[in-house]
């Protein structure tokens, strides 16, 4: 490693040889999966000051700055000097979103849509988007998706935007089972119905075959068995644990958002949340009533 910094952040010389150095290249990875999740540039740097993640030989402090400019640097989409390592989308997704919070606001926000604004994404296409007070708007405030190709723009109140975000948060508390994964039975599906229907055949036939019998309970439990994914189960009980912990009370609540919520998606007249597991939930034409007949809940797009 470099006492200077005269080589960009990722990259080393090897027999004068300009090639990506694999540690720093995986620390730029994180860092924009991290922002374009919603962590701040100050969040950044502060979690890689503490894990001592050196910058340059002699330098592990991080501060906003450096990480902004690692975000903007485009020599990490490569070109015929620097090897690529950040994806396009990864990289105009980050920048797209640094755009979008640098967007000028009047006056104080208030906490809670401070704690709200940068996981805010368009229910379309996935941007971000930025939020503008605007006089002639009759919400007063304007969403906008900062992907070019959608430009989506939709108008909601703060307050009406707190009060979705609520009343789906509230559901999960009502009923976490909602963050439990979607069984996918995949290709499988029919084998399952057709061992189904051999066990139920034997069973009514008067003879059974006990063994036959004992055969097609155990084929049935491993078809289950091998549809269920183990970390997503696992991943879903993990977040239950860390909801119940959570205080409640009457309002936002921006502790349980912060530990539930991945990201809010608006759209026109719909809202919804994506968890911290990946799975959508919200009201369908933008109800966000506890009913089974306008909710949905089902394992957000990748």
Request: glycine residues 8%.
């Amino acid at each position: 490693m470099k006492k200077n910094r005269y080589i960009p952040f990722g990259y080393t010389m090897r027999n004068g040889k300009l090639v990506i150095e694999q540690n720093e290249a995986n620390v730029i990875r994180n860092i924009y999966e991290d922002y374009v999740n919603g962590a701040t540039l100050k969040e950044i740097a502060e979690r890689l000051t503490r894990a001592g993640v050196p910058y340059s030989e002699k330098m592990t402090d991080w501060g906003k700055a450096r990480v902004a400019r690692i975000i903007e640097n485009t020599k990490y989409l490569g070109d015929s000097e620097y090897d690529k390592i950040v994806d396009d989308d990864l990289f105009n997704e980050a920048v797209s979103a640094k755009k979008a919070r640098q967007t000028s606001l009047p006056g104080d926000l208030n906490p809670e849509i401070s704690a709200v604004k940068n996981h805010v994404r368009c229910l379309e296409c996935g941007y971000p988007m930025s939020r503008r007070f605007s006089k002639k708007c009759k919400t007063k405030v304007i969403w906008t998706c900062s992907n070019p190709e959608c430009g989506k723009k939709v108008g909601i109140g703060d307050a009406d935007l707190l009060e979705g975000i609520m009343r789906l948060m509230s559901r999960i508390l009502k009923n976490d089972s909602l963050l439990d994964p979607v069984k996918n039975d995949g290709k499988n599906g029919g084998n399952k119905s057709r061992l189904q229907e051999d066990l139920e055949s034997e069973i009514t036939e008067g003879i059974t075959d006990e063994e036959k019998v004992a055969r097609l309970i155990d084929a049935i439990a491993a078809e289950s068995y091998s549809r269920l994914d183990p970390e997503s189960e696992h991943a879903a009980e993990e977040l239950k644990r860390r909801i119940r912990r959570v205080e409640i009370r009457d309002g936002f609540n921006p502790g349980l958002f912060s530990e539930l919520v991945q990201s809010v998606r608006l759209g026109d007249g719909d809202i919804a949340i994506i968890t911290k597991n990946n799975i959508k939930i919200g009201g369908k034409d933008g109800s966000t009533e506890d009913t089974e007949k306008d909710g949905y809940a089902y394992p957000a797009e990748e």
